[in-house]
């Protein structure tokens, strides 16, 4: 990318989708290192700040960036900081990001707070989220706990979540327990695991934690 610009300057067309691929660069050959990650972008809004046209579709690959995505939004919020658009579907892709969904939310947060809307469909995405969705879940329920209701299809997604599942059900039990919305769906899921033995239980200790706070419905 650095040589195009360098070289040949004015042909370089930069596209939703050029932009979209530098936003979701997860590795750079010059530099191994998470932090150098953002290479490609950075240089984009260096050398081409005034042709880039910061989308939603390119906020979303930043937030969805599952390597250096904090360091990508970062350089979004503080370059084009009135281009960047925090619509649902941002938060959606940060809420998913597996590897660094709690930075990025946090960014979010601490950054661009009243446009952050904790919706449904936002909870649904951290509650499957495969590898951070306890650490993403613990920061909203800190931070936005107001806002958040945890209805039958959240506990339903987490339900599904065969890796992080149980520790999200665990929290939202300890934190949110009066307010956690057990339908026969959440039962269809097996949220416990206790069935079907497809969770993944990261101790005993847990396991048991969450065999005596489910109560399981009776259904006539």
Known sequence: MALLLDRRHDEVKITEEVAKAAAGNRRSVQAPTRSFNALSI????TQCGNKVNITEEVVKAAARNKGSGKEVMSLLLNQHHDEVKITEEVVMAAAGNENYGKE????????????????????????TNWNSGKEVMALLLDRRRNEIRIIGEV????????????????????????????????????????RSGRARYRSESTKHHVRSRFVYPSYN
Do not use: C, F, P, W
């Open 104 to 127: 990025v939310m946090s960014l979010l947060l601490d950054q661009q707070h009243d446009d952050v809307k904790i919706t449904e469909k936002v909870l649904i995405a951290v509650a």
């Open 42 to 45: 950075k240089i984009l809004l």
């Open 155 to 194: 506990v339903e997604a987490a339900a599904r979540n065969k890796n992080s599942g149980i520790d999200i059900m665990v929290l939202l039990l300890d934190r949110r327990h009066d307010d956690v919305e057990i339908t026969e769906e959440v039962v269809k899921a097996d949220v416990s695991g206790l």
